[in-house]
């Protein structure tokens, strides 16, 4: 199985790196650029967490005035591309409103920091950034899409390096599937249960793919070889036989315009339910303290988040019950609802999840949920949502990203030009 999943991969890394930014559809393009937009923005906002900031400024890390590419910390600096695409990967998960891709995954937070952190390097334009972009998604998604990881792995850190290699050896002028099978060779094999605790270290996995990509890069150029079958082997009885590597990449429908972009802070698990919660609960214009339970039945792979939250801001946004009872209590679903408060805790243990047969058959094309809120007083109210606003099925507007990223300290004017990257003449110029 694993020489038949090598050779797979290969056509299709291929086949991606062979993608040019004029042969995509318009549509697609645009897509792109909001999506890139989107990821910067959250970048941004994650690099003012004091963790990040922390990082930044390490002198150990090397970062300052000089070099090549620009972290998105405060004060933007600079370092290698290696470095760079680290502490922007890293940061971009701090707040859990990275895009992603069903029916697991986040490829453009894998990709996107490597891809952007070289082109400013090696001052590609717009065009190059953006087919490079794409490509590299692609590898990653149709990773994401070709296996079932078993509960306790987690997808970051290890599929979307090579999506980051893809999208770098483009930039560089490589052989992108050698430069893959040396991402290959070092990947993270990551674990759930630290999100659940709240281990802050596990924002930097993707940071590790980006880094990962770059440098694979660089061992490629030094003469070291690597083995997709050092990782493949691992997860290849996990590998689903339909779709994925055996479908042929095609410009006119590539993965990334089938994405999610995420709207409440949280793990994409607790999405459907939050948009149902905020629909039955406008409904009652009640107190909180009113409540006396609330019922949320799902699909079965949401059951990961089935679990009360450690008192920390990374276990609550991973915590289902949280997450309904911050909607409730706080009015929100922004960063700063899933500050770990204790009456947000003493509602969420009133939550009970259900997984619902009729409900799992439709995953992963939707992600249903539906949630009853009871009060004291019997009234009741019930909502649904077969898929999160923001899912490709029901997309974000522009102007609903555009405000995210106004949300997010961003200035309405820099999301412009950024969707309009492609038309830079040097990415070293793009207003990060």
């Not at 300052?64 to 370092?79: S, V």
Request: charge should be negative.
């Amino acid at each position: 199985m694993t020489d038949e999943l090598i050779a797979l991969l290969e056509r299709r890394v291929a086949e991606a790196a062979a993608l040019r930014w004029d042969d995509l559809p318009a549509g697609l393009r645009a897509h792109a650029g909001l999506i890139l937009a989107d990821t910067v923005g959250v970048v941004a906002a994650g690099a003012r967490s004091a963790e990040v900031r922390a990082l930044a400024a390490d002198p150990l890390l090397g970062l300052g005035p000089d070099g090549p590419a620009r972290t998105l910390a405060p004060g933007r600096p600079r370092g290698d591309p290696a470095t760079v695409a680290w502490v922007n990967g890293t940061a971009g998960t701090f707040l859990e409103l990275d895009e992603g891709y069903r029916p697991t995954g986040h490829p453009a937070i894998h990709v996107l920091p490597a891809a952007l952190a070289t082109a400013e390097t090696v001052h590609a334009d717009g065009a190059r950034l953006g087919a490079a972009f794409v490509a590299g998604y692609e590898v990653a998604a149709l990773l994401f899409e070709s296996f079932r990881l078993p509960p306790p792995m987690h997808p970051h850190g290890h599929f979307g390096a090579l999506g980051a290699a893809t999208a770098v050896a483009m930039l560089r002028g490589d052989d992108p599937v050698a430069v893959v099978r040396v991402a290959a060779t070092q990947p993270l094999l990551t674990g759930w249960a630290a999100c659940y605790e709240g281990a802050t270290a596990r924002n930097s996995w993707t940071g590790h793919a980006g880094r990962a990509g770059v440098q694979a890069s660089m061992l490629h150029r030094a003469g070291f070889t690597g083995s997709l079958s050092s990782h493949l082997s691992v997860v290849a009885p996990y590998a689903l036989d339909p779709g994925g590597l055996r479908d042929p990449v095609r410009p006119a429908a590539l993965r990334i315009g089938r994405n999610y972009v995420k709207l409440h802070s949280a793990c994409a698990l607790t999405h459907g339910a939050l948009d149902a919660t905020v629909r039955a609960w406008s409904r009652l214009g009640a107190d909180p303290d009113d409540v006396a339970e609330v019922v949320v039945d799902t699909v079965s792979a949401n059951l990961r988040v089935d679990r009360q939250a450690a008192p920390n801001a990374l276990s609550t946004r991973f915590s289902l019950p949280y997450a309904v009872a911050a909607a409730i209590r706080t009015g929100s679903t922004g960063p700063a609802a899933f500050d770990w408060r204790p009456d947000v805790a003493a509602l969420a243990a009133r939550v009970r999840v259900r997984a619902d047969p009729e409900l799992d058959v439709l995953w992963p094309d939707a992600a249903p949920a539906r949630v009853r809120i009871g009060l004291a007083s019997g009234a009741a109210a019930e909502a649904r949502a077969d898929n999160p606003h923001g899912h490709h099925s029901d997309p974000a507007t522009r102007d609903e990203l555009r405000a995210k990223f106004v949300r997010l300290g961003g200035a309405a004017a820099t999301f412009d030009a950024l969707t309009a990257f492609a038309d830079a003449a040097d990415c070293a110029a793009l207003p990060l």
